[in-house]
């Protein structure tokens, strides 16, 4: 070891030593208060506090910090050393910080700088504060055992680059099932992403593996802590895809110690708020209509019923539709329960428009109707003799009930219901309204709803109408949002998110280059950025991919630019090289033998992930088959999966979006399962760009236009 590295593990052992010790002096004294049962409230604040500071420090217990930033504030006399870690700790008696929460607003230096010798400063809750940076640290502590102390900046020595060593030491890790934590090495353009204001629409457009979902994860957690008085970890939520990439994604906020965010996908949360009224057609079956392959494939433009159920149009469509139900609903005739008694349509067009005109339908409706059976009681009060009293109120309460009867109250479903149904095609809609929707989508829709049974893309607009109906109640909104993969979601989708969503409060991410649910998804993010108010929104760009090698990037940029006819964005890599990527050519009789003996062969390797990726369902079911039946132990992935389970697996590569794993054997790139279309383009660039350490392309048949021609040193054959 050379003196200066022997020199600053020796400084950092000493260090460590201290902080345990007093992390095991504070846990100690913690330990010998009992905890508090009674009911003052103010002993039971104090006994939260011990119990959330026990918590922290057991955090800290195993793993105190992994950074160290040495800043010298302008006008101090020397630089102090700040250690930054996944929890702050405070030294007990003087209240001096012993490890500084990587959310604080000064441990933002240690991610915001890039090098060189300027002065740079830091956003405080007291106003900008500025100094100078004398040494940037990474230590690596596992189970309290100092492994690794790299130093990436040294004002005073000669490493005055920012040669990010011990981000390639991370990124070189292999991965098991589960994404992680990346507090020791968040990026500067991240950073910004993380820490940017609350009260925004963010749109953030990043390449594949450019750290999309980790980002909105800690920028979760960054929100807590910054706006711990303004937002609650249960009234936060993240949508993304589907329940396996929740699972797969679950370990991340536990890791960076915040719990009770919703994570969920829209059709689980709509489903839950339409109180189960109606199902989901079996998305399966969607998912095998759009990729399949060969001439009858559909092609994903803007016919596709998605497309259209998710427009902002169709949403002011089902505006005016409720505006009809709105003005036409409420009874033209006077409420006459008895000869001589009356209440005038016109009384009760008032209550109706003008006293509840700011509640939702559905509550205006119940309102009125409960006012008028009052006022029957009142009429009823007036009249003494006995049996005209009982006449006139069974008479009365029949005719109240014929009222009630004329005045049509629905459910979103059997509003949306009324909707598509030709025979009545009058009730709520316009002629003109009518005819906008395309003859085929109506007949379709009617089918289905007969069979209480939607499409995903019908349930923002059952949601829309419930919002109309019985509004969005205080416990249905959010202080923030997350869309994850949102190039799959509908401007429809996002401004009913928006309706639940208090201030505009979003981080909303996604990649068009894998925009391959593009019969429902957006085609550019200005769809987007028109929900919102101006000025009210900010847009990012996230061009550098952190999960692949240099080979591996290269390789799925070239695919993108042969199927698409401008990529919105190329990925540059970080400076990680491996192993060059590997088209593979076999006979048909040799595929499962030859793909056994290459599994094993990245087995014997550092390789503990691995997913053979096939273009269809079937096609994965077969391989599954055979590679059991020839004693390889495999998971299938199929759509509707809940967890990931790791080791190897077999996934359709629609299904593998917003994984990865170290090895990718995409199975079948020929002309037929992969031919050059923006679509298979986008469906191949998603499966390369899956892989860490390894990417092999295999086909029997011809291979690919999308791959044919792709030369360079990245690339073997
Ligand atoms: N700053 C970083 N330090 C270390 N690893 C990082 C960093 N940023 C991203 N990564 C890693 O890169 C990989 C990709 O991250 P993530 O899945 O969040 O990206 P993404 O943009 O959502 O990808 P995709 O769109 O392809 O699904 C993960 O393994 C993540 O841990």
Partial sequence: MEISVQNAYDEEMKRLEDT???????????????????????????????????????????????????FQEAGQEQPTPLYIGKVGVEKDTTLQLLVVDWRAPVASLFYSYTGGLDPVEYDSPDGLVAGLVYLKRNLVIRKQILQRVVDTFDRTGNNMAVTDEFLLYRLGENKDNKLRDIVSTIQSEQDSIIRAVKNSAMLIQGVAGSGKTTVALHRLAYLLYQYRDQVRAERMIIFAPNRMFLDYISGVLPELGVGDIQQTTFADWALELLEQEVKLVDPVEQLRYWFQTGPARPIMDDSAAGRFKGSVRFMQWLEQAIGQYEASAAPKTDFSPWAGAKLSQQTMQE????????????????????????WLEMELDKVWETSLKKDYKKNGSARLREFTKSW????????????????????????????????????????????????????????????????????????????????????FQVALLNLHTRNQSFTILGDLSQGIHAYMG??????????????????????????????????????????????????????????????VQVEEAALIPSLIAAIHKLQTGDITTVAVLARTEARSEALFKQLNAAGLPVNLISAGQQHYEGGISIVPTFMSKGLEFDAVMIMDVDGLNYP??????????????????????????????LIETIQGDFVVR
């Fill in 351 to 374: 209550w109706y428009d003008v006293e509840y005109r700011f509640e939702p339908l559905m509550k205006r409706r119940d309102r009125v109707l409960a006012r008028v059976k009052r």
């Fill in 522 to 583: 957006i085609r550019k993010w200005e769809e987007f950025t028109a929900l919102f108010e101006e000025g009210k929104t900010a847009y990012f760009q996230l061009n550098r991919s952190y999960r692949s090698t240099l080979e591996i990037i290269y390789f799925a940029n070239e695919v993108l630019k042969l199927g698409l006819e401008q990529p919105v964005a190329l990925a540059v890599p970080v400076f990680r090289s491996g192993d060059a990527v590997n088209i």
């Fill in 676 to 705: 050059a279309t923006e679509q298979d383009a986008k469906l191949l660039y998603v499966g390369c760009t899956r892989a860490l350490h390894s990417l092999q392309l295999w086909h029997t048949a011809t291979a690919s236009p």
């Fill in 20 to 70: 345990f010790t007093e992390i095991n002096r504070q846990l100690a004294e913690l330990k010998n208060i009992p905890p508090y049962t009674g009911h003052d409230h103010t002993e039971q604040v104090l006994d939260s506090i011990r119990d959330s500071r026990r918590r922290s420090l057991a955090v800290a217990q195993t793993e105190p910090y992994f950074g160290r930033l040495d």
């Fill in 408 to 491: 049509m109250g629905y459910t979103p479903f059997s509003f949306y219901k009324e909707l598509f149904q030709t025979a009545s095609k009058a009730k709520f809609l316009t002629a003109e309204l009518y005819n906008e929707i395309p003859q085929e989508l109506l007949a379709s829709t009617e089918a289905l709803l007969k069979k209480k049974r939607v499409m995903p893309e019908d349930l923002a607009a059952l949601l829309y109408i419930r919002s109309k109906f019985v509004g969005i109640h205080g416990d249905l909104t959010f202080d923030h949002t997350v869309i994850d993969e949102a190039q799959d979601f509908s401007p």
